[in-house]
């Protein structure tokens, strides 16, 4: 019955090796109070805000006492690696629909997911497409939505704000791929509070209003920057790697290109540009993902 108690507990260990860092800026042209909240740390696969956006599923599922959990992604997926770790650590047993044909040579990911003990399904995309439209439980099998998305994902991300007392800051800044962790950091902001997502997507600019409306008239200000991304999602130059080369160099903190490289690149140009009044204080969501660079070409990070 060891493993059942454990699931009962549902905020982890690993949740004390997350803290908010303050950044050196004596370097930069303008003076700005820069602090990261370091959920990079929260743990090596479960990583960042992917916790926060699992543990009510999982929440939900133990509930129904229900043991088999079952979730979606892609070749590189943060989530999946989330979820199979996650599930790993709970004892539940772990089906992953991975979207596309198996691999002859499986990602750092997905070798991943196998070594935790999840049961991967690889798909089509119209048999992909079919299943995803699955959510909450069917038969004896608990279906997270892909990317951790829907109202219990908000719900899970919206607790980092009371956790790490958020009200401290005049900006909020994170990327942005569903939106989900964004959309539950504006829920609890305050009137005081700028909320700013990175979106690190292509051409999907109805996320800002998609946001504003999910976190039911905030009374926060919000602002979804569109031209960050890079080239796309997962896309970058050598612009992209050599910041995040010279950002690790600065401040020892790693990013991922898909998501948090382009946020801290984002960040230092609304710095560079005085977006940031005298004084105000800055926290910058560090939403994890380093595993992600695995996908990189070798010696693309010094990290
Ligand atoms: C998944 C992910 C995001 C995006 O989170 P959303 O809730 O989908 O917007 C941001 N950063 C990292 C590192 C991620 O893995």
């Known amino acids: 019955m060891w493993f059942i108690i454990k699931f009962v507990k549902m905020d982890p260990f690993f949740l004390q090796k997350t803290y908010i860092q303050s950044l050196d ?11 990261v909240l370091r959920l990079d740390l929260l743990h090596p696969q479960i990583s960042g805000n992917k916790w926060f956006k699992l543990k009510l599923f999982l929440e939900e599922a133990k509930k129904q006492s229900c043991f088999k959990i079952a979730t ?6 943060n989530h999946i690696l989330a979820t199979a770790a996650a599930c790993n650590y709970y004892h539940l047993s772990c089906t992953l629909f991975v979207r596309g044909n198996e ?6 990911t997905l070798r991943q997911c196998k070594d935790l003990g999840a049961t991967l399904v690889f798909l089509n995309k119209n048999d992909y497409l079919k299943l995803k439209i699955n959510e909450g439980l069917k038969a004896d099998v608990y279906f997270i939505p892909e990317g951790g998305n829907g ?10 704000y009371a956790n790490y007392k958020l009200e401290n800051y005049d900006f909020l800044i994170g990327a ?17 509070q700028t909320v700013i997502g990175i979106n690190v997507l292509k051409g999907y600019e109805n996320l800002q209003q998609e946001i504003v409306i999910k976190a039911n008239n905030s009374k926060a ?23 995040m080369n010279d950002f690790y160099t600065q401040h020892q903190i790693p990013t991922d290109f898909v998501y948090t490289g382009k ?4 960040v230092q140009y609304l710095v560079n540009e005085n977006f940031f009044a005298l004084g105000s204080k800055v926290l910058v969501i560090h939403s994890g993902g ?6 990189l070409p070798k010696s693309s990070v010094v990290f």
Do not use: W
Not at 176 to 192: E, F, M, N, Q, V
Not at 290 to 295: K, L, P, S, V
């Open 176 to 192: 942005c791929g569903t939106g989900t962790t964004i959309t539950g950091i504006l829920r609890d902001a305050k009137p005081h």
């Open 151 to 160: 109202t219990l994902g908000i719900m899970g991300a919206a607790t980092i």
């Open 25 to 35: 800026t004596s370097k930069l042209r303008n003076a700005v109070n820069l602090n």
């Open 221 to 243: 200000r919000f602002n979804l920057l569109n031209d960050f991304h890079f080239g796309g999602y997962a896309k970058y130059t050598k612009v992209l790697l050599d910041f």
């Open 263 to 266: 946020l801290f690149y984002a």
């Open 103 to 108: 691999p002859k040579e499986y990602s750092a």
């Open 290 to 295: 380093i595993q992600g660079n695995a996908g």
């Open 72 to 77: 979606f992604g892609g070749y590189y997926s």
